[in-house]
């Protein structure tokens, strides 16, 4: 196993980091999102893998991954309104530990930067790899577009 890191582009997100931060800080806040549309999508971008079952509360989401049962992420550490630290669970053939770093610019204006450690073989590495470098930045730039207000 291996220590992979991958870091998003820093990117920009109109509204207040401490709103951002509360949202993002809560999964429930993610449920409906997710369950609405971004599941969908995940499945269909990536089809070998689909994602089934998403529920969440305040500290953990929970889902099935076709193959390999449930998975579970959960919320280990949040310094208000600068960092969420999420560490995951379950049955995932990657163990992942994942920061939201969040920055002020101004009173309506934030910026996000993603961090993503991944454990993983080399086998999964080598089917993962480009998948997580892009992958990343798309998290990111979805963050942007969520409903803060």
């Known amino acids: 196993m291996g220590l992979q890191k991958y870091v998003s582009d820093i990117k920009t997100i109109e509204q207040n980091h401490e709103i951002v931060y509360n949202y993002l800080s809560n999964f429930e806040n993610l449920s409906t999102y997710v369950n609405d549309g971004l599941l969908a999508k995940m499945n269909e971008s990536v089809p070998q893998i689909k994602v089934t079952d998403f529920e969440s509360d305040s500290d953990s989401c929970r889902f099935n991954i076709s193959g390999m ?53 080399m086998m999964i590495k080598m089917m993962v790899n480009k998948k997580l470098e892009e992958g990343i930045n798309q998290l990111a730039d979805m963050l942007t577009k969520l409903p803060y207000a």
Not at 87 to 101: C, K
């Open 69 to 121: 049962g449930q998975a579970e992420i959960r919320i280990i550490d949040r310094e208000p309104h600068k960092t969420i630290k999420i560490n995951s669970s379950g049955n995932l053939p990657v163990g992942i530990t994942f920061w939201i770093q969040l920055l002020p610019v101004d009173a309506y204006q934030s910026k996000i930067k993603l961090t993503l450690h991944a454990e993983m073989s």
